[in-house]
């Protein structure tokens, strides 16, 4: 199953970037394992500088901007 993770405080942005997310998962009928990660700590250990950032099965696929539908869609083709 794909895992998509979300790391981010819970900023406006980072708020975005999941709805932008369920939107597509919902849209394109996806079965995803879908993880919010809040804790600064664990951002900061993946490596992760700028928030909202996206990894889909652990490769980052954005950092430091909220991904549009298109962009996130563009991941599962």
Do not use: H, Y
Request: net charge positive; glycine share 6%; with cysteine.
């Amino acid at each position: 199953m794909t895992k998509i993770e979300i790391f981010g405080t819970g900023c406006p942005n980072c708020l975005k970037t999941e709805k932008n997310i369920k939107n597509v998962i919902k849209e394109l009928n996806l079965e995803v394992e879908l993880v919010k990660v809040q804790d600064i700590n664990k951002i900061t250990e993946r490596g992760v500088a700028l928030t909202p950032a996206v990894a889909l099965d652990q490769k980052m696929k954005v950092s430091g901007k909220v991904p549009s539908e298109k962009e996130i869609k563009s991941w599962f083709e």
